[in-house]
C-alpha cells in the first residue's frame, strides 16, 4: 500500500493538563513525523504499513520458535464501502483479510503483507500463544463465519471462538477448529486479548459478549478456559448470561488474562467505570476472586498488560485519563475517545497488587483528519513482547497505520511521571 502522504501536525499537545507546541515536546522526548507521535528520543520506530481504504485493525506479534518476528492484524479490503468500514463487527459482507509481516533480524527490517490463510468471512484479530515445550504456534480469535453469526437482534459482534495453529513457524495454517465449551456449547462472542498458559498447562483466554438490543450496551466479560490443549473448554464464572460486570454500567469488557507462576493469574479487564478492573486467580484459572478496580485511570479501552523479560515484572499501559464520567455506551465521541491519544505505563512485581506511579510513554502528534474522534486519537490496542532486554510495541496508530517501536526495558523504566514531565515542558 502507499504510505500516508504527509499529515500536519497538531498545534497544541495536552497531557494530564501539561500543553506545549507539538513542535516544543518535553526535553528528553522527540517530535517524531513520520512515526505522527510524541515520543521519548530513546524509542524508536517505523511505518510498517498504511491502509486508506477502510483503516486496520488490533496489530499482534509473537517471537516465532524459530526467532522470527511474526505480525498479523486485519487489514481492509479495497472495494470496502465506506471509510472506517474494515472492521467484522455487524457486517454482513467480506470487508477485510488477515495480513501477516515477518522479520527475520529481530524487526529491523520486514516482508509483507502476505495473507496467511485465505478464508471467505472477515477476521477481528491475532492471538497468539505458543505452549511451553512446544514449536507449535496456535492463531486464536473470533470467527464470524456467515452460517454461525448475525447481525439482528444486537448480536452484530458475537461469533464463535476459535483457533487455528502452524507446526511450519507461520508460514502454513490448520483449517480452524472452534470452541464449543462443555457447559455452554453455542457460546459466541468476541475475543482479541492476549491469553496466556498457566503452570499447569490451562490455557486462559479472554471473550465477552455485547447486546446492542439494550440501550445502551450490555456487555458481559468470561474467561474460556482448557486444561486439554484445546480439546475441551469450560467458560467461567458460569455460561452466558452469567459474566463479570460492572453492575452500575451494566458492562463489562476485554479481559487479558496473564500466567504470575505458580498456578497464579491475573485478569485485567476493560470498564467504562475511569480504572481498569481486576480478578486473580490462584488455582491456575479454575476460580476467580470478584473482579475489583486497580487504580491505573483508564477510559473505556482495552487493558495493554505484558510481562518484561524477567518474567515476573508486569507492564501495564494505560492512557491515564477518563474524560466521561456519565459514559455508559459505546461511541465516537470526542470526549470518551480523546484519552486514547496519550499511553502512560505502570509497573507491578507483586502479582498486580500495586502499581507504581504512571510514567509517560508517547502520545498522537497529529491534527484531526477524519472528522471521527474514535480514528483521530487513536493510540490504544498496543501490542507487545520482549526479547533481549528490549521492548517491541505494535500499535495500529489512528486505525491506518501500523507502526513498529522499540524502546529498551532500561529506557522504559526511567520515563518520567507526571510531575517529572512537568519539569521538562518547554518553558511558555
Known sequence: MPALTAEPLHDRIVIRGLAFPATL?????????TLGLIRPAAMRGMVLHTNEHGGLFETRATKTPSGDYLLMFPDSLPNTNAKYNGHYGGKKELT???????????????????????????QHGFIPLIPRGSKRIYCFGTQPMWNDFSTDRGQGENAPIGFRYSDDDGYTWSDVKLIRPVNDPGFKGMSVMRMCETASGAWLLGAHEGDWSYKPLMTRQYILRSEDQGQTWHVLP???????????????????????????????????????????????GKSWTAPKPTPLVHPDAPPMLFHLSDGKTLAAFHHNEHADLNYQGLDGRNECQSPRRQVWVSFSSDGARTWSEPRFVLANALAPRYNNAWMDHQCSYLDAFTDRGELHLFMPH?????????????????LPTAEELSRLAPES
Open 25 to 33: 515536546p518535553p526535553r528528553g522526548f522527540q517530535t517524531d513525523e
Open 96 to 122: 477485510n483479510r488477515l495480513v501477516a509481516f515477518r522479520s527475520k533480524d529481530g524487526g529491523e527490517t520486514w516482508s509483507g503483507p502476505t495473507i496467511p490463510f485465505e478464508i471467505d468471512y472477515n
Open 238 to 284: 458460569h455460561a452466558r448470561h452469567g459474566g463479570w460486570c460492572v453492575p452500575q454500567f451494566n458492562r463489562m469488557d476485554e479481559g487479558r488474562p496473564i500466567d504470575l507462576g505458580e498456578g497464579r493469574a491475573f485478569c485485567m479487564i476493560r470498564t467504562c467505570e475511569g480504572h481498569l478492573w481486576g480478578a486473580w486467580s490462584d488455582d491456575n
Open 398 to 414: 489512528r486505525w491506518h497505520r501500523a507502526l513498529h517501536l522499540r524502546i529498551t526495558e532500561k529506557d522504559l523504566l526511567a
